[in-house]
DNA sequence: CCTAATATTGAACGATCGTTCTAATTAAGG
DNA sequence: CCTTAATTAGAACGATCGTTCAATATTAGG
């Protein structure tokens, strides 16, 4: 489900013909620039010009192909939105195969790993780390996060919460977003990071070197916020 | 310093009067309407007509007073940031004089407890908390957080790091920024908690309910990614 | 109470925004 | 290879953006 939506644009109308490899090629090109664009300079800040530009396509090819910008946006949320659900889904899996219980590491790593190892070998999926981050702390984005994001987190909260019998729902939910938070911050407060240290680039900061220190940070919290 | 500066607008010019009391309260009412817009619709989303309409004032007088929109922008976060900067130093100093040594628990306390209490109890203060999570999480402000939030950083990172003398400093940054994330996630993502906790509002979601759970947690993580 | 500096008003500026339209070009289906 | 649906090209739309300006109203300072 990393491709486009069936057909392009609009969703209702009969097609009698395929659609031309040209064309498919156009409209990946604008979910890429737009996945930059939106990256860098926010939804707002990102005009549908820029981004047809830097896809060397025309203006109207966002309308066209994407029924808008504000769809255009949407689209490029739900293209890898599938797939990370499932490499965590997978990991989470991979996890409790491997033998004896869960623990809180290794589901922490499961919802984890599999976001910053993508970003952190692919500048493309490190654009959309950064828009994954922005859709979670803005209100307005709120219907994306719900339909893409909640029903995963959905997962990982109960899964949290088998290995706490005693603990409410919802003190593990509070904590599960402290660290989201603290995993999106990766994508988005290296320089932070890398300032507040004095540190060069690199050093303390590559973001697989980021993985570990995150993963034990999150799990003491968790531990410490929800035992009664 | 809660004041605006100096006089008004313009840095290089002779004044040959004071600014007016009406003056005055036409360039407050606009910082506080800028908070207030900019904090619900970004940087780029919220307009100088609608802040200007907000504020009941005029479009001109954004530039004439503050002297464009972004230096607007500036001013909005600079108007608060050494008032919570004070009472952070204030709150660590006062947790140093009651008795015996500082507990990591405590530093995180005086760092974390302005921010939650003042958000809490002031939908002005609550505004400014989001644009700090706005400038934090976002390099083009990168010369703001340096400027204004960066020093105090250094401060509690350098506390932080007296408690754990093994420890490396850029560690230690590491962890303070995902603490920091957590922490701008209560004013940020509240929704996101009552969503995903399935819970009414202010059942698990009260700001004042969350500052315990919150240093709970940091400490905890902190602690657990710090030991070698 | 004057008067000159300051502030507000209301309109206008050019630039850029997202969208839409028509004509020309491309390529799928038979 | 023809036909025609699909796509691209390029221009133009009205709306809104941030800023500026001249005229008017206000008010601090003497």
Redo the contacts between chains.
Sequence with gaps: MTATKPPPAAPERMRRRATSKRALVTAGKLLDAAERLFAE?????ASVRDIAAAAGAQIASVSFHHGGKEALFEKVIERRASELAELRIAALGKARTNGGPLTLEAVLSAFVRPYLDKAADDAQWLAYARLV?MV?????W?HI??RLF?PT??IF?DEIAALFPGAK???I??????????M??VS??R???E???D?APD???DMDA?AD??I??????????VSV
Tied chains: 1, 2.
Aim: glycine residues 8%.
């Design positions: 300079r926010g939804y707002d800040g981050a979670s702390a803005d209100r307005r709120r996060s719900q909640d987190a959905g909260i729902r919802g003190a939910a509070v904590t599960f977003v402290f660290s989201v938070s603290a999106l911050s988005t407060s320089w932070r990071i300032e507040l240290a540190a050093q303390v900061t980021l220190p995150l034990r940070y999150c799990a003491a919290g968790i531990r410490a916020a």
